[in-house]
C-alpha cells in the first residue's frame, strides 16, 4: 500500500518504480531481470523465438523462495504496465504459465490466478497475442478441472467466473467442454462455480451451453421428484 501511494503522489516516477518492480518480479520467477528477456521476446514476437525459457531448474527452487513469487505476483496483479503490454504478455505466458505444472498446490494456485488477472487487462490485444491468451487460458481451465488439489480448482475457477473480460475466450467450443465436465465434479463448490460459468456464457453460445444446462435441470427435477416420494 506504501508504494502504490508513492506513485500516485509522484505520477512521473511511477515507469521507473514500475521498471525496478518488473525486475524483480523478473528474477523471481526466472532467475534474471526483465530487460535481460525483453530482447528475446520481441524477437518472439516477429518470427519464432531463438531459444525458450528453461525454468526446471529455476522452479525447482521454488520452495526457497515462495513467499517472494507471491509477493512478485501479487504486484504484478495490482500495477497496470502499460509502458511494456507488448512484452508482457509474452513474459507471462512463457515465465509464469509453467507454474502451473509446479508440485506446490499454492504456487500452481498462485501462478494461474495472476495469469488470468494479467489476460483480463490485455483482451484488447492485437490477435498473436490474443492466440496466447486463448492458449494459456486453456492451461489454466485444464488445472481449475482437473487438478487433484480441490482447493486449486475452486480457486482457479473462481477467478474465471469473477473475470468478465475473458468470457469471450471461455465461450468457445471446446473451452465450454472442459467447463462442462466441471458441474461433475466430486466437489459441491466445483459443481456451482462450473455451472455459474456455463450461465454467463449461455447468450454468447446457446448451442453448446443450452443442452447442458438443460440436462442439468432435469436430472435436479429428477432428484426433487424423488425426494418428494
Same mark, same amino acid.
Request: proline letters at 5%.
Given at each position: 500500500?506504501?508504494l502504490l ?5 509522484f ?5 521507473d518504480?514500475?521498471?525496478?518492480l518488473l ?28 531459444r ?7 522452479a525447482?527452487?521454488?520452495?526457497f ?7 512478485? +505476483?501479487?504486484?504484478?496483479? +495490482?500495477?497496470d504496465?502499460?509502458e ?10 512463457e515465465c ?10 499454492a ?36 488445472l481449475?478441472i ?8 475452486i480457486?482457479?475457477?473462481g477467478t474465471l467466473?469473477?473475470?468478465f473480460?475473458l468470457?469471450?475466450f +471461455?465461450?468457445?467450443?471446446f473451452?465450454l ?22 450461465c454467463?456464457?449461455?447468450d454468447?453460445?446457446p448451442?453448446?451451453?443450452a ?12 432428484v ?6
Open positions: 500500500s506504501s501511494t508513492i506513485i500516485d503522489t505520477p512521473n516516477q511511477s515507469r518504480i514500475k521498471s525496478h525486475d524483480f518480479i523478473c528474477y523471481t520467477a526466472c532467475g534474471i531481470p526483465f530487460f535481460g528477456i525483453r530482447n528475446c521476446f520481441q524477437v518472439e514476437i516477429r518470427k519464432k523465438p531463438d525458450k525459457f528453461d525454468l526446471k531448474k529455476h525447482s527452487n521454488i520452495g523462495h515462495l513467499e517472494s513469487l507471491q509477493v512478485a +505476483l501479487r504486484w504484478l496483479c +495490482l500495477l504496465f502499460v511494456i503490454s507488448n512484452e508482457l504478455i509474452p513474459f507471462v505466458t509464469i504459465l509453467p507454474y502451473l505444472e509446479n508440485g506446490n498446490p504456487v500452481r494456485k498462485i501462478a494461474a490466478v495472476s495469469v488470468c488477472q494479467i489476460f483480463s487487462r490485455s483482451v484488447e490485444a492485437r490477435l498473436d497475442f490474443k492466440l496466447k491468451i486463448s492458449d494459456g487460458l486453456e492451461k489454466i481451465l485444464n481449475g482437473f487438478d487433484s488439489d480441490p482447493a486449486v480448482r480457486s482457479v475457477l467466473a469473477s473475470t473480460n468470457k469471450p +471461455l465461450c468457445q467450443n473451452q467442454e472442459k467447463i462442462t465436465a466441471g458441474i461433475n465434479d466430486c466437489e459441491l463448490e466445483v459443481r456451482e462455480i462450473s455451472l455459474k460459468i456455463l454467463r456464457c449461455h454468447d453460445n448451442g453448446c451451453v443442452p447442458v444446462l438443460r440436462t442439468v435441470i432435469s436430472q435436479l427435477v429428477s426433487i421428484q424423488l425426494e418428494i416420494n
